[in-house]
């Protein structure tokens, strides 16, 4: 049911409609040829929808203490004319390996130490490796398709079976630990951009670029940092890729002397503030660094040139609170939350000025952005939609588009439905920057089931639903990739 306005006072779900049911475990892996559907697929929508998300967060012995470190599987979604098939498969890294021959987590996560005796758990500190359990966004990069997580280890997998492949390999020249799992894609250069975090005694930003076609890999501009930000995502313009620092930092050195999971060594330091590394993509020149008052976020939106300065979109929240409230038990118990997520405008000048200017885009609360990213992505847009909270204390519970120019939203949502990121995938040969759909797997708590939503991306109206064999636990993101790309 969409609704114009933003969102609007209700109680908090019931036990029974509780958004806890979508942090409970898939272990079942199933293949189905065939959906059965409600509505009408387009007939242009021929292409699969790959996603990936933490769907099992009891490892035997031990339970992951964050949402962020459930294992990964794969789900893939298949439109081909006018039906929809369906598979699910756990990603078969060296983390699920090990969760399956211990019970525990045995590698370096986001926020859960890896199981066994105290001297175990403090030896892992010196011993384990980065995670690869790539839960985060599935992207294709020289004709391979992968899973991201936060680290250097993709891991390639078979579209057609979904079975694990291997890591895909970052070169070693391009040195570093921790990375995003949204890198760009610029389609004028053919090329992919990410950034790998460097830690240690001397810890680097680096970017870097990889060929679309060939793989090639090549490091952009590198900046030294003391105390180096969790960073999630970053910005890119047609010119420009931005790097912001949010004053969520890290002393290298604590990954050695703490005894802490990794986000855990870090600390808000509100008094540093937001900066802003822009930096040039032909040369990797670092044009400026500009300040503003302290914010943090998850998800860039977009950024662009206009006349003299960079228009850098994010989702802000005030600051990292958010993290702690996605600590899995709190989820588990159908806790209220309180996501403070809005998109924000920093208006960075890219001549003499170091004055940053900031504008609210809207005042509804949401995430996991998305937008037409083949035809605005790094140029002055319009439109963009995300998974927002309808109700207050609710987990996400909407599909939301924005207007950014008219400051206006639109809404979707249904009773106990808990929808994930909404992927726009843009009707062939139609001009506007809205024409096309959203596909998003939305949870059904009442019925404990899950069905793949399509609405049509301009006025949210729903065009078909289909039906899973089974609830699928919240994740993060994926990509649409149509037939024949
Ligand atoms: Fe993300």
Not at 119 to 141: E, G, P, Y
């Amino acid at each position: 049911m969409p609704q114009e306005g933003g969102t609007q006072d209700g109680a908090r779900p019931t036990q029974a409609g509780s958004f806890a049911a979508g942090f409970e475990n898939l272990e079942q892996e199933v293949s189905v040829d065939r959906l059965a559907v409600e509505g009408t697929f387009p007939e242009w929508l021929s292409g699969t929808l790959l996603r990936t998300a933490p769907c099992n967060c009891d490892l035997g012995r031990q339970t992951v203490c964050h949402w962020f470190d459930g294992l990964a599987m794969l789900h893939k979604f298949r439109f081909a004319a006018g039906q929809i098939s369906y598979a699910n498969r756990f990603l078969h890294s060296d983390a699920f390996v090990g969760a399956e021959k211990t019970g525990g987590v045995t590698m370096r996560s986001f926020a859960t130490d890896p199981c066994g005796t105290l001297f175990q758990r403090v030896l892992s500190k010196f011993t384990a490796k980065w995670t690869d359990n790539c839960n985060v966004n599935v992207i294709t990069l020289a004709d391979q398709t992968m899973a991201l997580t936060e680290t250097r280890l993709p891991v390639v997998f078979d579209p057609e079976t979904l079975q694990t492949l291997g890591h895909y390999k970052i070169l070693p020249d391009v040195k570093g630990d921790i990375t995003v799992a949204h890198p760009h894609y610029d389609s004028e250069r053919n090329c992919l951009y990410s950034y790998l975090l460097q830690l240690g005694m001397k810890s680097c930003y680096r970017l870097f670029s990889i060929d679309r076609h060939s793989g090639a890999q090549r490091v952009v501009a590198e900046l030294r940092t003391d105390r180096p930000a969790y960073m999630h995502s970053f910005g890119m313009s047609r010119r420009h890729l931005v790097l912001v620092e949010f004053p969520l930092v890290v002393n290298p050195l604590s990954f050695i002397f703490r005894f802490q999971p990794f986000i855990r060594n870090y600390r808000w330091r509100p008094e540093r503030g937001l900066r802003f590394h822009v930096f040039e993509k032909e040369g990797g020149r670092r044009v400026k660094t500009v300040e503003a008052e302290a914010a943090f976020s998850f998800h860039h939106v977009n950024a662009y040139e206009r006349e003299d300065e960079l228009v850098v979109d994010f989702v802000a929240h005030p600051d990292a609170a958010i993290i702690d409230q996605l600590d899995l038990a709190p989820l588990r118990a159908g806790k209220p939350i309180n996501p403070g997520g809005r998109p924000v405008r920093y208006r960075i000048p890219l001549g003499a000025s170091a004055t940053v200017r900031v504008e609210s885009l809207s005042d509804t609360r949401l995430e996991l952005p998305r937008f037409n990213y083949a035809q605005v992505a790094g140029k002055s847009y319009r439109i963009f939609w995300g998974a927002g909270t309808h109700r207050p204390g609710n987990f996400i519970d909407s599909i939301v588009k924005v207007d950014v120019e008219r400051g206006q939203t639109l809404t979707w949502w249904e009773e106990d439905a808990y929808p994930g990121e909404p992927v726009f995938v843009p009707q062939p040969d139609a001009a506007g920057e809205d024409a096309g759909v959203l596909l998003s797997v939305v949870l059904d708590a009442r019925r404990n089931r899950s069905f793949l939503l399509v609405l049509d991306a301009a006025d949210l109206a729903e065009i078909a639903r289909a039906e899973c064999p089974h609830p699928i636990p919240f994740g993060f993101h994926g990509n649409y990739f149509a037939a024949g790309d």
